[in-house]
């Protein structure tokens, strides 16, 4: 068990410019899910795949907002034409059935 | 989107003593759990609960599920400056997708 891992760990871009952000989840577990966090909140939900399918999406993830996770292994969150209120941090969590969340170390996003 | 009531925000205290902190929801939940976050990482998971009325020990942190399934309390005991971060709370239904709603975290800090 390598735990969950995302990359990059921190990324800076300028507005209006895409950024793409990688998880690779725990390897038995069927469910991912990508959580954003804001300084001083807890994490949000965004969207939730069951192996290959997309099930959930947060009224947070606006048009600009794309995820894939084609194998149903690691998975992908591109924003598009990002905007100084995308800086967050983007955090992966995967599990297997029931099970609780495991979090990854998450990707902070600085939008300048 | 829905975040869970969690008290206190934040608290300073001195090395030894004891700590509690409760999350209350306006919805019921099947599952509670308590994670901590140190910072620029992800959070990690403490305690899960997974009935009413059920008390839960992990080392020094002892965790409780309300009966009435809106509410959880942590506490920890004896505390030491390693116990420094931000805790978290998070409410979990079964069925659908089984989002997992977060409180807005106590920040811990303890005085040695």
């Known amino acids: 068990d390598t735990g969950v891992s995302q990359d990059p760990r921190h990324k800076i871009t300028k507005r209006g410019q895409n950024v793409t952000f990688r998880c690779d989840p725990i390897s038995e577990h069927n469910r991912l899910y990508w959580y954003r966090q804001t300084l001083g909140q807890g994490p949000e939900f965004l969207t939730y795949?069951?192996?290959?399918?997309?099930?959930?999406k947060s009224r947070l993830l606006s048009d600009r907002f794309s995820a894939e996770r084609p194998k149903g292994s690691f998975s992908t969150l591109e924003i598009q034409r990002t905007e100084q209120g995308d800086s967050a941090m983007y955090l992966c969590a995967s599990r297997e059935g029931n099970s609780p969340l495991h979090f990854g170390n998450g990707t902070r996003l600085t939008v300048t | 989107g829905q975040q869970l009531n969690q008290s206190p925000q934040s608290m300073f205290i001195q090395e030894g003593e004891d700590v509690s902190m409760n999350c209350t929801s306006s919805s019921i939940f099947n599952t509670w759990l308590w994670y901590k976050q140190d910072p620029g990482e992800g959070p990690v998971l403490l305690i899960a609960l997974y009935k009413a009325g059920e008390l839960t020990s992990n080392g020094r942190l002892t965790a409780q599920f309300g009966i009435t399934r809106k509410d959880s309390f942590l506490n920890i005991s004896a505390s030491i400056p390693s116990d420094v971060g931000i805790y978290f709370c998070?409410?979990?239904?079964?069925?659908?997708?089984?989002?997992?709603?977060f409180g807005i975290g106590t920040k811990l800090q303890v005085i040695p």
């Open positions: 795949f069951q192996n290959e399918a997309q099930l959930e």
């Open positions: 998070a409410g979990q239904n079964s069925g659908g997708y089984q989002k997992v709603t």
